[in-house]
């Protein structure tokens, strides 16, 4: 039995939050999904960007400490608490579930390398 669903999510910390939606959506062409509009990005500190299945959001929260501000992997799950009991009972050491938005729960982790992954579910079962 698969754990994690699909990718839903790669979150990327950028210092520039203008010059990198410029980049991704205006060099690359990614359409802006949340925030909507066209506009100043100086203080805007979460982007989403349509990539297809999985979303690349912006973060502005890392601080440039290499190994702490690096992508992080996000996978869909429908039920946070379950599928952590699930990880933890395979020997996959989970944080504490957390909501950091209304209707988001989210577990983190690190794999055996030390780099970041979640599961996360948004609204329904388990959030």
């Known amino acids: ?32 999904k949340e925030p909507r509009g066209e506009g100043e990005w100086a203080g805007v500190h979460w982007v989403e960007l349509d990539t297809g299945s999985c979303t690349l959001a912006l973060h502005t929260g890392g601080q440039r400490q290499l190994g702490e501000d690096a992508p992080k992997i996000v996978f869909r799950v429908s039920n946070v608490s379950a599928a952590r009991q699930e990880l933890m009972r395979r020997g996959v050491p989970m944080g504490e579930v957390r909501s950091p938005a209304p209707g988001v729960q989210v577990s983190d982790s690190v794999d055996p390398e030390g780099n970041k992954f979640s599961i996360e579910s948004r609204g329904g079962v388990g959030a």
Do not use: P
Request: a negative charge; charged letters at 20%; aromatic letters at 10%.
């Open 1 to 32: 039995m698969a754990m994690a669903g699909e990718l839903m999510e790669v979150i990327l910390y950028v210092q520039d939050m203008g010059a990198q939606v410029s980049f991704y959506r205006d060099l690359l062409g990614l359409r802006v």
